[in-house]
């Protein structure tokens, strides 16, 4: 049986075949349910009735974050994974300052827009080991 460093950090990497179209497939997903949403909020459309597109927003960055994560566990501690969990703590704050939804919801987006567009040495620094991890 494998150790835990050597399942979350395996050498070499583990591939994820066709890793480039099931990134493009999730995100496409992941755009259109979260900018939807942002769009319903920002207009008042009834919570209930932006439900689905919750659930498919969280679940098309959950498969974002399976990808990342499958080869080597080292996005955990690169800045771009940084971005992701500044996005999920803003994103809690939404039921407690739902007034503030619209908001919070830009900043999010914020977040997400410099997070994936930063250069890749800032994106792939990691805090951990610092240096940029880029193969």
């Not at 990342?68 to 939404?94: D, I, M, N, R, S």
Request: glycine share 6%; hydrophobic share 55%.
């Amino acid at each position: 049986m494998a150790s835990i460093p050597a399942l979350l950090f395996p050498d070499p990497r583990r591939r994820l075949p066709h890793s480039r179209w099931w990134n493009i497939g999730a995100r496409t997903v992941h755009l259109a349910a979260t900018g939807i949403l942002l769009g319903g909020h920002a207009f008042g459309a009834d919570a209930a009735t932006l439900m689905p597109l919750l659930w498919a927003a969280i679940v098309s960055g959950a498969a974002m974050i399976a990808i990342e994560l499958y080869p080597t566990a080292h996005w955990a501690h690169q800045v771009c994974a940084l971005f992701v969990y500044a996005k999920l703590g803003v994103l809690c704050l939404v039921p407690y300052l739902w007034e503030q939804r619209v908001a919070l919801l830009l900043a999010v987006l914020v977040l997400a827009s410099v997070g994936a567009h930063a250069p890749r040495s800032v994106r792939h620094y990691s805090l951990w080991y610092r240096r940029v991890m880029v193969d």
